[in-house]
């Protein structure tokens, strides 16, 4: 089975793929039709070569692409409504900034996701531990405790998950997920890209941003064991500095289960493969089609196939 880095990003009634050197956003308009944007990509950094730190970058230019995309997908859902709807608020930002207020507008939604994750999965199981447990010297008692934040941790993933999923528009975007990852195998097992061969394979894939978050959860609880329990402004202060790190290993991790044939491999994608129950359903054929079609435009020649998220 060959292996590829492509790799995407569910979206409003469609959904993009990273390829090697391209990026590609396939959106179903209201009408039926299926509109494809690809681009280039901007030339890789020499920081994204670095391994740990590879990590945190990648994340963070995935991070913007996927907003753009996503902007991109939610002008087309617009598509027939009239412009006399846009606010006086829109229309005064559209007259100030003109273009760039778009790109303000993906810095200010990144920083904010980020924020957001961070606060809700990293700062907020910490607080919630320290007022039950303000101060552990012991080894035992450290591990012990920041098992139990770890726990919190994935109880807050799990709960935002099932919650999220209650939502129709958010089904339908899982199914597009599904359908990228279906998409993703069949080409992996050599299959020709057709509708009837893609939807022969799961919907889940090792190389998952859902994996992703899971492994983080993981090696976070590790990370912060090795690092003591102390007050809880000290605690929170810690957990920011080392963010990164954990960002860094995790990607790592997923990189490595993406690629490798060690049996081993199965215990490690196990969790992550399990979370994905939540996050990808099972697509119809349309997704599919716009699927086929946005990992159809990025790619390359496999020679060509550079180190990707």
């Not at 993933?157 to 069949?186: C, N, P």
């Amino acid at each position: 089975m060959k292996k590829t880095t492509i790799g995407g990003q569910a979206l409003i009634e469609g959904l993009m793929m990273i390829g090697p050197k391209y990026s590609a956003t396939a959106i179903r308009k209201p009408d039926g039709e299926i509109v494809v944007d690809k681009k280039p990509l901007p030339a890789k950094s020499k920081w994204s070569k670095i391994p740990l730190i590879r990590g945190v970058v990648n994340f963070v230019r995935q991070m913007v692409l996927g907003v753009k995309a996503l902007m991109y997908s939610a002008d087309f859902m617009e598509y027939e409504t009239d412009e006399d709807n846009q606010s006086k608020l829109d229309k005064f930002i559209d007259k100030i900034l003109g273009d760039k207020a778009k790109n303000a507008a993906i810095i200010i939604a990144v920083v904010i996701s980020i924020a957001f994750s961070i606060g809700l999965f990293i700062l907020l199981p910490n607080f919630i531990v320290s007022l039950i447990s303000p101060g552990e010297k012991t080894t035992g008692g450290v591990i012990l405790i920041n098992l139990l934040e770890g726990v919190i941790r994935l109880v807050l993933l799990f709960s935002y998950l099932l919650l999220a999923s209650r939502m129709k528009d958010i089904k339908r975007v899982w199914q597009y997920h599904g359908a990228e990852h279906k998409t993703i195998h069949a080409y992996e097992h050599g299959e020709e890209l057709t509708v009837v061969n893609v939807q022969k394979y799961t919907t889940k894939h090792p190389r998952c941003g859902t994996s992703f978050l899971f492994i983080v959860m993981l090696i976070s609880i590790v990370v912060f064991s090795f690092i003591g329990w102390h007050s809880v402004w000290i605690n929170i202060l810690v957990r920011l500095l080392l963010v990164p790190l954990v960002a860094g290993i995790s990607y790592e991790i997923l990189r490595a289960a993406g690629r490798s044939e060690w049996k081993g491999m199965k215990f490690i994608n196990a969790p992550g493969l399990a979370l994905q129950r939540i996050t990808t359903k099972e697509p119809d054929d349309s997704m599919v089609e716009v699927a086929i079609a946005a990992f159809s435009s990025v790619l390359v020649a496999e020679d060509e196939n550079a180190d990707k998220w």
